[in-house]
């Protein structure tokens, strides 16, 4: 394993950066009003690449809070910032803040900001333009730094944003920016700040209100009548299924939709897309984790139940076109479908992530974790009795994993003994798995707990993943969970100076690299055109290989601070490194593990 030096200046992380001198203990400008309400908000974090345009912010961070609750989180890159704190959101489904340097800062992290849109995430974005009045714009750099409308460059993918003119306008909007951003569902929020206003000094005195009375709303909640008809249909239903998709962490929320779902008798699908939200090896979760390619097992799951129950599933719509073979995904489906989700209030017409128009005999829209809570109240008090007739007492799928190794691959390790490892190495240890890589194979992915896997990225965007590893670190930074995140080589090349935060801030994660050396991905992309128009497929590489030269990804992380263990070109190796790399994280250390693999999706 090759080592870097220790970085730390300080035995406890939290110590960083700490301010000297004494504190103010008012507010006396208008971004101290600001970073009143972040602690008030009770916001651990503000990440952030330092700008000019809210260094009166930045000040009030520190000489006024002496940077702490929130702590800045100093980045290299915005993209970055945004990334972490959507990492940061993925494990608690809280807000960090970020702040993003006026129009430049904003248009480096516009791709993050809509993988959190994507991913229906809280955030809190701050930005900052130079003096609105041209009157006090330095020359040329104040200018280039000031947009008329900075917040168009993101408004089709936030939930809201505002321009306040004043400290006391600032309160309003950072209130109102809280309270839209954690209601269901979720979303990044924009508040551009004027550099004037912010270090003006308060002419009068500014009050920061009781932020109990600008909570958020509480959840929507079921009808009595969508109640009775669902319960009815449930009671009817000899074959159920349910869909669990964007729910919640916790372990309550975990435990109360495994026990609607033994009550019920439902077969239980889950899909790679979202986080973990029902355990992969319960009896009831009958197939493996959903993956982007259908399965004939899937198809005859789907066709054989007569009520399908989706509580917030990614592309509901298209999910069951793929799965039913029909011709548009509005056809009309036999089965009974309850379709459970808020999601249809955030569509805009800009982005199509609102993904397909599903048909739904009940549509309720809910929270899915206030819609299990709710069923279950009314079971228990009704004694409600169902009918289903699925037998779960076969074998489980997980107990028919393949046991031989592929073997290697000239020089790399194949792609399906790669992803067996790194789910035994889930199994050895508590392991929060941020994300895997494009094509992971279902078989790989076992969930035991709510924080056993983070999901994809909503956005399918590219560079991401680093980030929000570093996000997911400091969310559990306090816990006994091996934050790992398996990564691709070309993501991890795009983020991979994101990781210079976690040597920072000192925090434990693995980061295991499935290292193909190319594109792949775009790969079949060009095959699949080559050979649609009768032309040589075996260029598909050209234009899409990492290679000549090849990346040194480990020489690049020990740069940010990281241990490293490779290259790794073989199984046995892997597992070898796996298990030193356990034992480093468990001591609060880095690793990052660059593992060739085979150029192939694994075939379950």
Same mark, same amino acid.
């Given at each position: 394993m090759h080592e870097t030096t220790d970085h730390a200046t300080d035995s406890n992380p939290r110590d960083l950066e700490k301010p000297v001198g004494s504190l103010a203990n008012t507010p006396q400008y208008g971004s101290d009003v600001v970073a009143s309400l972040l602690r008030e908000f009770e916001i651990p974090y503000f990440a952030l690449v330092p700008g000019s345009s809210f260094r009166g912010l930045q000040d009030s961070l520190v000489n006024y809070l002496g940077n702490r609750d929130p702590q800045m989180v100093v980045c290299l890159h915005?993209?970055?910032? $945004?990334?972490?704190?959507n990492g940061y959101a993925r494990v608690t489904d809280k807000p960090m803040a970020v702040g993003l340097h006026a129009n430049v800062g904003l248009m480096h992290a516009v791709m993050t900001v809509y993988s959190t849109w994507c991913d229906r995430l809280p955030m809190l974005i701050f930005g900052a333009t130079g003096p609105v009045d041209a009157h006090k714009r330095r020359p040329w750099i104040d200018w280039v730094h000031t947009a008329k409308d900075q917040g168009a460059l993101i408004r089709n993918y936030v939930k809201w944003d505002d321009q306040p003119a004043s400290p006391e306008a600032a309160i309003e909007a950072v209130l109102r920016? !809280?309270?839209?951003?954690?209601?269901?569902?979720?979303?990044?929020?924009?508040?551009?700040?004027?550099?004037? @206003?912010?270090?003006?000094?308060?002419?009068?005195?500014?009050?920061?209100?009781?932020?109990?009375?600008?909570?958020?709303?509480?959840?929507?909640?079921?009808?009595?009548?969508?109640?009775?008809?669902?319960?009815?249909?449930?009671?009817?239903? !000899?074959?159920?299924?349910?869909?669990f998709g964007r729910n919640g962490r916790s372990q309550e929320a975990w435990d109360a939709r495994v026990r609607l779902a033994?009550?019920? %008798?439902?077969?239980?699908?889950?899909?790679?897309?979202?986080?973990?939200?029902?355990?992969?090896?319960?009896?009831?979760?009958?197939?493996?984790?959903?993956?982007?390619? !259908?399965?004939?097992?899937?198809?005859?799951? $789907? +066709?054989?139940?007569?009520?399908?129950?989706?509580?917030?599933?990614?592309?509901?719509?298209?999910?069951? !076109?793929?799965?039913?073979?029909?011709?548009?995904?509005?056809?009309?489906?036999?089965?009974?479908?309850?379709?459970?989700?808020?999601?249809?209030?955030?569509a805009n017409g800009w982005s199509m992530d609102h993904q397909a128009l599903p048909a739904a005999d009940i549509h309720l829209a809910v929270h899915p974790d206030i819609l299990v809570d709710a069923l279950l109240e009314e079971i228990d008090r009704a004694d409600v009795r169902f009918s289903s007739d699925r037998d779960f007492s076969g074998t489980h799928w997980s107990a028919r994993l393949r046991q031989e190794p592929v073997g290697d691959k000239q020089g790399a390790v194949a792609l399906l003994d790669f992803s067996m490892a790194v789910r035994q190495y889930g199994i050895d240890n508590d392991a929060t798995f941020v994300r895997f890589p494009i094509g992971w194979p279902a078989t790989a992915c076992?969930?035991?707990?709510?924080?056993?896997?983070?999901?994809?990225?909503?956005?399918?965007?590219? %560079?991401?993943?680093? %980030?929000?590893?570093?996000?997911? +670190?400091?969310?559990?930074?306090?816990?006994?969970?091996?934050?790992?995140? $398996?990564?691709?080589?070309?993501?991890?090349?795009?983020? $991979?100076?994101?990781? @210079?935060?976690?040597?920072?801030?000192?925090?434990?994660?693995?980061?295991?690299?499935?290292?193909?050396?190319?594109?792949?991905?775009?790969?079949?992309?060009?095959e699949r055109v080559a050979n649609a128009r009768g032309r040589p497929a075996e260029n598909r590489w050209i234009g899409q290989r990492i290679d000549n030269p090849e990346a040194n990804i480990c020489m690049m992380a020990e740069a940010q601070g990281f241990q490293t263990e490779g290259p790794v070109r073989a199984r046995a190796d892997l597992q070898a490194a796996l298990e030193r790399a356990a034992a480093v994280v468990k001591a609060g250390g880095r690793v990052l593990i660059d593992c060739h693999v085979e150029a192939t999706y694994a075939k379950n």
């Open positions: 915005e993209e970055h910032a $945004v990334a972490i704190a920016a !809280r309270q839209i951003a954690t209601t269901a569902p979720c979303g990044p929020t924009y508040v551009c700040m004027d550099v004037s @206003w912010q270090e003006e000094p308060l002419a009068d005195s500014v009050k920061v209100p009781d932020i109990a009375r600008f909570a958020p709303p509480a959840p929507t909640g079921v009808t009595k009548r969508g109640m009775d008809d669902l319960l009815l249909e449930l009671s009817k239903a !000899r074959k159920p299924l349910f869909l033994e009550i019920v %008798g439902a077969a239980v699908m889950t899909s790679i897309h979202n986080p973990s939200c029902f355990p992969s090896d319960h009896p009831q979760h009958v197939l493996p984790v959903c993956g982007d390619a !259908r399965s004939d097992a899937e198809r005859e799951l $789907v +066709a054989d139940s007569d009520l399908i129950v989706n509580f917030d599933w990614m592309d509901f719509a298209g999910f069951l !076109r793929t799965l039913s073979g029909q011709a548009q995904s509005q056809e009309p489906v036999a089965t009974t479908l309850v379709h459970c989700s808020p999601d249809a209030v955030t076992r969930f035991d707990h709510p924080l056993s896997y983070l999901g994809t990225d909503g956005g399918a965007s590219i %560079g991401i993943g680093p %980030g929000q590893a570093v996000g997911a +670190a400091l969310a559990l930074r306090d816990s006994s969970r091996l934050v790992t995140a $398996v990564l691709g080589d070309g993501d991890t090349l795009m983020g $991979v100076n994101a990781l @210079w935060t976690a040597s920072h801030l000192d925090l434990p994660m693995l980061i295991v690299v499935a290292n193909n050396k190319s594109y792949f991905n775009d790969e079949l992309h060009q």
